[in-house]
């Protein structure tokens, strides 16, 4: 049984910070890629970064990169999205996800959806002008 569970979002106006996180339970984070994408009403669900692979690569979608970080803390199961310099654009539900490192593998690369899985519920951050 894995779960993961997202928390710290929150309104903020534009240019402030906010520091969201996740923590997995069930299995450690030491054995997953994590990742976090973000969702608008009436739009897919968004890639924001990620670190995959053996080497623990990570990743920023074009319009965070400067301005987000991802980190992970394998001992705690927990990940975390710094974000910075908020802008009303990055308003949105963000998830984070995770995804399995062994095993079969889907042939999709880490920004799509089907990469991942596990996903937590969801929160809300809203950036105000």
């Known amino acids: 049984q894995v779960q993961l569970v997202e928390s710290g979002g929150g309104l903020v106006q534009s240019g402030d910070s906010l520091r969201l996180s996740c923590v997995l339970s069930?299995?450690?984070?030491?054995?997953?890629?994590v990742g976090w994408f973000r969702q608008t009403p009436g739009k897919e669900r968004e890639f924001v970064s990620a670190i995959v692979g053996s080497a623990s690569r990570t990743y920023y979608a074009v319009s965070v990169k400067g301005r987000f970080q991802i980190s992970r803390e394998n001992a705690g199961n927990t990940m975390f999205l710094q974000m910075n310099t908020l802008k009303p654009e990055d308003s949105a539900v963000y998830y984070c996800?995770?995804?399995?490192?062994?095993?079969?593998?889907?042939?999709?690369?880490?920004?799509?959806?089907?990469?991942?899985?596990?996903w937590g519920q969801g929160t809300q951050v809203t950036v105000s002008s």
């Open positions: 069930g299995r450690s984070l030491s054995s997953h890629a």
């Open positions: 996800a995770a995804a399995r490192l062994w095993g079969d593998r889907p042939a999709v690369e880490h920004t799509d959806v089907r990469f991942w899985d596990y």
